[in-house]
């Protein structure tokens, strides 16, 4: 090439990269092509070209020139990693992985190659591959935000919580302001509970961008968590009309507070929610991502003491409607037990079958399900170091582990080609929820893990006892009712080992010389019934103090103490805060009474109660959810605390808190009785009973 035309080739350049950067894209589109008219060869002019038509949006002529220029300059990791970039853009990601494979090849360092590479294995599902991919990608760059919060994502969906939890931090010390990490990270801390954390950083992020979509909706939906429930509604429905999206307003007509003054209040907040409900059906809009749409359950509605069954049909006629993706069916379904012989194949379907309420209430049952006649399979998330999976392993359970997607999760539980699957908690989860649309299973059945009849046409049948149903009870459920039969327990519970702690009333920061009555359920669970109830016992016992536990924000404090106004005083309540299990056992033997919340009581909280003797006063509702703690009690036969009405729950309650030689008989028969309540092998026995029976019918 002559000089002059060097100089000619360098000016042209020089001028296409200055209208590019000013924004002035014809002229260095055409400067780009006179340039590359009179050097084709010219590889940064074809890498500018190519990267002002990805900018464009002119993906397919990016690729084809960028090729050009990475088959000219194989070393040149610019071109590469735009290449990659573009064929991102045009979704061809087989290609954009096998583009940064080669040029890795070349370039083993190049950290922004290895970003591109794990977001496509990312999008193919190589979660592996995408994750190495990451992790290379922030060795190679330790200050890569971008690559952290990924991987970060990525470990969050296979439910590696904590670790994703510091990469979200470490990148945003890296980018203070990283919205998606700042936005991803508070909905961890919202889906844990932790919500003022995750308020704090989405209104963060909102002050940074106050039309940020996807953190108005979270923002909505950690204050609807909180006393501050309209104005969470209110940013959902901002959200909806910032983006445009359906699923916010979803989240804002089905959005549900945690607590309701009045019964009043009750019947008209679920007037409205049967209207919206209603209007959401007459509109017939589908939803592509289900899991995105659906944050959260029905599962406050069971707190209202009233029949959910229409409005759980409704919500699940919407979701089928909404969520066609939902309508699965197992391909083996039509071959029979090809695989089981003469053995039932049950799986237990939960995310919570780990060191968790559920994981307490069920393992013993699954464990000791009779290996000649059953094959046991439990499909639930992994967690390290877990008391409750480190239990089922030890009984020789095979485990296996939730996929992130309910797609791989199908897929999993149809390979199993199981004859009975057993959801433990429908309604705890969408995840659960929304998985059990499919029909994975001839035989598919819910029990009180969450004790709500699901609304779901693919369950066939709900299991309970006699004892936690008042009577002729059918009719509560849009599944076929099966009651385990009074002699035995509802479940096999193991028996709570020794204490390993010891305490006293000053470990705990609690007045002595006071009667103290144990609130020890979430506040959620708190009717406006119970709080009356509350009231009255504060009132007629001026030694009274009731102690509350768990996460109780100064917000929800200060609702605690309204609702029991004018009987709450600074020295008749406690708030004991979050407690380790071995602690919240310690409280229990130093609290003189423990009151059951109506109506919806106790399950593992009484089941451990029990080992310690505390008595406890339980007032048996209507619904199952409001007669665990009848249950357990009539087990053991100390039936001193079991109320037939709210004046006599709380005649009862004061009974227990005046009298300390009623309290130390009711202690003592407890613990002599409580071992009752324990692994009870008849309750395995009439589970497993029901299990062939429900295959028979099926078989008819």
């Keep these: 090439m002559s000089t002059p035309d060097a100089v000619a080739i360098a000016h042209l350049w020089q001028r296409a990269v200055d209208a590019h950067l000013a924004g002035r894209s014809t002229e260095a589109i055409r400067l780009c092509e006179q340039l590359l008219a009179r050097s084709p060869g010219h590889v940064p002019g074809l890498h500018l070209r190519g990267v002002i038509a990805i900018g464009g949006g002119d993906v397919e002529r990016a690729i084809t020139i960028l090729r050009q220029a990475a088959d000219l300059d194989p070393d040149n990791v610019a071109v590469h990693s735009d290449l990659a970039l573009a064929l991102l853009r045009a979704q061809r990601f087989r290609e954009a992985v096998s583009a940064c494979q080669r040029a890795l090849e070349r370039q083993a360092h190049a950290a922004e190659l290895w970003f591109i590479l794990g977001f496509a294995a990312g999008e193919l599902n190589a979660r592996e591959l995408a994750q190495a991919a990451y992790r290379r990608a922030i060795e190679l760059r330790s200050d890569h935000a971008d690559a952290k919060a ?85 940013h959902l429905r901002r959200a909806h009309q910032i983006t445009g999206d359906i699923a916010y307003r979803l989240k804002a007509d089905l959005a549900i507070p945690p607590l309701l003054a009045s019964r009043d209040e009750i019947l008209e907040f679920r007037a409205g929610f049967e209207r919206r409900l209603d209007a959401l059906l007459d509109m017939r809009f589908t939803l592509g991502d289900p899991l995105a749409a659906m944050a959260k359950t029905n599962f406050f509605l069971a707190y209202h003491g009233l029949d959910d069954r229409v409005l759980q049909e409704k919500t699940a006629r919407l979701y089928a409607q909404a969520c066609p993706s939902l309508d699965y069916v197992a391909p083996a379904l039509g071959s029979g037990r090809t695989q089981s012989g003469n053995r039932v194949r049950v799986g237990f379907v939960s995310l919570h079958l780990r060191d968790h309420t559920i994981g307490k209430l069920f393992r013993g049952l699954i464990a000791n399900i009779d290996a000649s006649s059953f094959e046991v399979v439990v499909v639930t998330r992994r967690a390290p170091a877990d008391s409750v999976q480190e239990y089922l392993d030890r009984k020789g359970v095979a485990v296996l582990s939730l996929p992130a997607t309910l797609e791989a999760s199908r897929a999993l539980i149809a390979q199993q080609r199981l004859d009975v699957l057993v959801f433990t908690d429908i309604g705890m989860d969408p995840f659960t929820y929304l998985l059990a649309f499919a029909r994975l299973a001839p035989v598919q059945l819910a029990t009180w893990g969450h004790p709500v009849t699901t609304g779901i046409p693919t369950i066939d049948g709900y299991i309970s006892h006699e004892h936690c149903e008042a009577g002729d009870t059918a009719d509560q459920y849009s599944e076929r009712l099966i009651k385990l039969p009074a002699p035995v327990s509802y479940t096999y519970y193991c028996r709570p080992g020794p204490s390993a702690v010891e305490k006293s009333r000053r470990d705990f920061a609690l007045p002595e010389g006071r009667t103290l009555y144990l609130c020890p359920h979430p506040i959620f669970k708190l009717h406006p019934d119970f709080f009356a109830a509350l009231r009255r016992v504060l009132l007629e016992d001026r030694n009274a103090t009731l102690v509350f536990v768990g996460r109780v924000t100064p917000e929800w404090a200060d609702v605690v103490r309204s609702r029991l106004a004018p009987a709450a005083t600074a020295s008749n309540l406690e708030f004991a805060g979050w407690l380790s299990p071995d602690d919240f056992v310690a409280l229990m033997r130093v609290c003189d009474v423990l009151l059951d919340s109506f109506h919806f009581g106790g399950g593992n909280t009484t089941a451990e109660a029990l080992a310690t003797g505390i008595p406890i006063v339980t007032l048996p509702g209507a619904y199952m959810r409001g007669r665990f703690t009848y249950a357990w009690l009539r087990r053991i036969g100390v039936e001193e605390g079991i109320a037939t009405s709210e004046e006599d729950f709380v005649g009862r309650a004061l009974r227990f808190g005046r009298d300390g030689g009623l309290r130390a008989a009711v202690r003592h028969a407890t613990k002599a009785n409580g071992p009752l309540a324990y692994e009870d092998l008849g309750s395995v026995r009439a589970f497993e009973l029901e299990l062939i029976k429900s295959v028979e019918m099926r078989q008819l």
């Design 150 to 234: 990924n991987l970060a994502r990525l470990l969050h969906e296979d439910g590696r919580t904590g670790e994703a939890i510091a990469l979200y931090r470490s990148a945003l010390v890296d980018q203070p302001r990283h919205s998606v990490a700042l936005n991803n990270v508070a909905a961890m801390y919202l889906a844990q509970g932790q919500l003022e954390e995750s308020i704090s950083m989405l209104r963060q992020v909102l002050r940074g961008d106050p039309n940020d979509g996807g953190a108005t909706g979270n923002l909505g939906l950690a204050l609807a968590d909180t006393p501050a429930f309209a104005e969470g509604v209110a």
